[in-house]
């Protein structure tokens, strides 16, 4: 019998010989959708033991994951950016397990976790790529880490298995919604035009995961591998930030070359003698959109020492979840001060959305 993975790379080696372009989108299409249906067999947890899985527990405001080859250098950033030390050797594979450290910045805890390097095939179980990707995946931001020598082959690596594992980085998630139903086809209403997808596609791809009678509604201008993520699910939408380390052993014009074939933006640094890295704290803490609220108590002042760090775009009624559960339960109003009053001590309910700064007194009974 064919294997799965046979059947990939079959597969993978159609697309190779089909040329891109108006006449063959429809082909491609097909292909695309065929082999993320396999990959996901393939994915499948085999039954029995769950295989040693590496299990952290989420703590601190965010969590940060480092994901790089071995020896870029992520345990040597690790330690200079928490109080963690994880061991840092000039071979491969010095780190075998998560190592879990804390950066402090602007009142925030943010966890950060060092890995084991991920190479080539990780995503199919080399070098405990699995695990190393499973964490990944519960991210709030991701840190590729590349070796300024190696940045374009590295980071392509990397972001294929990644993808494998259904990872996005950097992406939004598609406006597509498919609501399936009793009967009546596929109906396929877009709300723009599409310019990267044929109808014909749309109705193609649903047909390998037999959906053959459901509502699409379409409001981005998707490709076939954004329809393929709505309809296989599962995905995560991470932002992400590109590092090139250990610049200290080239001159400027090299890190700018670099820069200059690298696919996205990217930061340099030198994890080893500590350059980039106080412009590095901000970057994280800024791409990770939290925002910090003061709470006063009744009668007296705001305690403006120890923020409440919560992510942008929190209402009241999530900071009263944080406060303490049955909070919502007695919640009457609020009173807010700052950028989200339309004035001082403005009165309001449990959905007012709060913004960085603000100085929060919530009414209960
Ligand atoms: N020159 C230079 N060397 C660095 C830099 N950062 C790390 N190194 C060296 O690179 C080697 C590997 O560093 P590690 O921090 O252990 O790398 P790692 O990515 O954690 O490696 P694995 O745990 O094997 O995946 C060590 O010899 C470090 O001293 C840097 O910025 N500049
Ligand atoms: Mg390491």
């Known amino acids: 019998m ?201 109705e193609t791809i649903m047909n390998v995961y037999d959906l053959y009678s459901a509502n699409v509604v379409i409001r981005t201008d998707i490709d076939a591998d954004q329809l393929i993520d709505v309809v296989v699910g599962n995905r995560r939408y991470i932002p992400a930030l590109v590092l090139l380390n250990k610049c200290d052993l080239v001159d400027k014009a090299f890190v700018a070359q670099v820069k200059k074939g690298l696919p996205t933006p990217s930061i340099e640094i030198s994890a080893d003698k500590n350059v980039g890295l106080d412009a590095l704290r901000e970057k994280i803490y800024s791409s990770l959109r939290l925002i910090r609220l003061y709470l006063k108590p009744r009668f007296g002042e705001a305690d403006l020492k120890e923020p409440m760090i919560v992510r942008e775009g929190s209402d009241i009624g999530e900071i009263c979840d944080r406060i303490h559960r049955g909070l919502r339960a007695g919640f009457r109003h609020a009173f807010v001060w700052g950028k989200s009053a339309k004035f001082p001590g403005q009165k309001v309910g449990m959905d007012h959305v709060l913004f960085d700064g603000d100085v929060v007194n919530i009414v209960s009974r």
Do not use: C, W
């Open 2 to 202: 064919v294997s799965a993975a046979d059947r990939i790379r079959e597969i993978e080696e159609e697309m190779k010989r089909t040329q891109v372009n108006k006449a063959t989108e429809h082909h491609l299409g097909e292909l695309k959708a065929r082999m993320a249906k396999l990959r996901r067999e393939l994915m499948k947890p085999k039954g029995g033991a769950s295989g040693g899985g590496f299990s952290i527990r989420k703590s601190g405001d965010s969590t940060v994951v480092f994901i790089g080859f071995p020896s870029v250098g992520k345990s040597t950033l690790l330690n200079q950016l928490t109080n963690a030390q994880s061991e840092v050797a000039h071979y491969e594979f010095t780190t075998l397990t998560v190592i879990p450290g804390v950066m402090e910045y602007k009142g925030a805890r943010i966890q950060m976790l060092d890995v084991p390097g991920v190479i080539q095939g990780a995503s199919q179980g080399r070098g405990r790529g699995r695990e190393v990707l499973s964490v990944a995946r519960n991210a709030d931001l991701l840190l590729i880490m590349l070796d300024v020598f190696q940045a374009n082959t590295q980071l392509d690596v990397i972001m294929r298995e990644l993808e494998a594992m259904g990872i996005r980085p950097n992406q939004k998630p598609p406006d597509v919604v498919i609501t399936p139903t009793q009967r009546g086809g596929l109906v396929v209403n877009s709300t723009l035009k599409l310019t990267k997808i044929s109808e014909k596609t749309v």
